[in-house]
């Protein structure tokens, strides 16, 4: 990071420090970013580039997308960091566009949000009968033996429920949450067409779950945490829900680079190493977390099933 003084000169550009706080609180690409601030794209890359020389702002790629964010700065220097944005966040204040960029990222956000969930409403009835990377019979056992019943159990994620209706044949009761409505009426109409009384559907997202604190038993996600904005969060919202002494299951993808499943299954991440899923649930709380590969795909693209666990 260049020194407070040159940072300050930098930043008292309006448009620069509206760009640096946006990018504070949410990955944003340059495209998300005009439609927020209303500016031309040469324009917004401009200042990105010399927020990024300046060493205050990174960025990832992440498909055809590059994403921009705040950098982590070393402990040494994020100190003094945090007081600048202290500082910043105040002078913000004085800009009248900005008080518009928050209700400007969240429906940027939303639009983001909806264009996932349109493509599980396109699916809605159809996922038991199409191929689904990850979704293997060995992972389900796996995950099984993890499982001790009568539970309340919460799927989340969980699409039309195909894992929600086994667990519910052994667990006191299963709630199956997923953002999109076409999914929860299919899966209602479902539940209901086979008498499965201990199955509820709940339309929310896996960030912010429509279920009380500490009022399961289990949490798990079947290859849904690769769909969620912020991965911790989702894992965060599963301690929150968990009773003390409740467990957490993840199945999902290991870390591949298949770009096509973006398209094709509205991945927003590429699958998760073990390193990142033991950090996911030890960030969150948990304890006792192991972590394994359980399943390789024999056909290309070999997915592999990752299989976390741990502790509340």
Known sequence: MQSILKNLRLLADPSRLRILLLVEREELSVAELQEILGMGQSRISTYLAQLKHAGLVEDRRNGKSILYRLKALPRRESKAFDQLLVLLREAAHEIPE??????????????????TRAYFDELAGKFGRNYMPGRSWKGLAEMLLAVMPPLV???LGAGEGTFSQLLARR???????????KMVEYGTELARKHGVANLEYRKGD???????????????????LHHAPHPERAVAEAWRILKPGGRIVVLDLVR?????????????WLGFTEVEALRFLRQAGFKNVETSVVHREEEAPHFETLLAVGEK
């Open 98 to 115: 900005a008080e518009q960029d928050s209700d400007a990222l969240r429906l940027a956000l939303r639009r983001r949000e909806d264009k």
């Open 256 to 268: 591949h680079n298949h770009e096509e499943a973006r398209d094709l299954y509205a991945d927003l």
């Open 206 to 224: 896996l960030e912010d779950v429509p279920l009380r604190d500490q009022s399961v038993d289990l949490a798990f996600f079947s290859q849904a």
């Open 153 to 155: 159990v919460a799927d």
């Open 171 to 181: 667990a006191k009761k299963v709630i199956a949450v997923d953002n999109s409505e």
